[in-house]
């Protein structure tokens, strides 16, 4: 479903953006919407490379300490795309962008994924985060497949 969205999203995206322009341009101005633009892209430069220097700094902390760095690698790639959507002409994806910048943000999307992902450390089968345990059931087991342990036969 997801895969048939992207091209749909590929295709409104500047359409949006374009529309975002024209009704900028009207409220504020040509110029000041281009300034707008040329600073919003400058920003994003200028705030990666200080929140990256910071993400960095952490990540090599978590790693002296011997935990997995899985919160810090995720904090530096949501950075990097936060950049990359500032450095992208437009208002719609500025937004997205400097969102992504802010460390409550990152936590909540963090918080979201750590919900449906049990990250094992490689040396055993203990999940980095805490054991999972069901009430239900007691804690659950990680199991680690290779390619020729697993095929799908056809049948959802």
Known sequence: MLRRLIPLFILV??????ACFILVGRHIGLFATLSLVVL????????MRIQGFG????LRQSGLQGRTPGK?????AMIMIAGILLLIPGFLTDIVGIALFLPPVRSFLWARLMRNVVVV???????ANGPQTDP???PQ???DLDESDF???GRS
């Open 55 to 58: 993400v960095l700094a952490r």
């Open 141 to 143: 087991r990680t199991i």
């Open 13 to 18: 995206l500047p359409l949006a953006e374009i």
């Open 40 to 47: 919003s892209a400058v920003a994003g430069v200028v705030l």
């Open 136 to 138: 239900r059931t007691g």
């Open 151 to 153: 095929h799908r036969d």
């Open 121 to 127: 450390d490689i040396g055993g089968a203990q999940p």
């Open 72 to 76: 810090e690698m995720l904090d530096a």
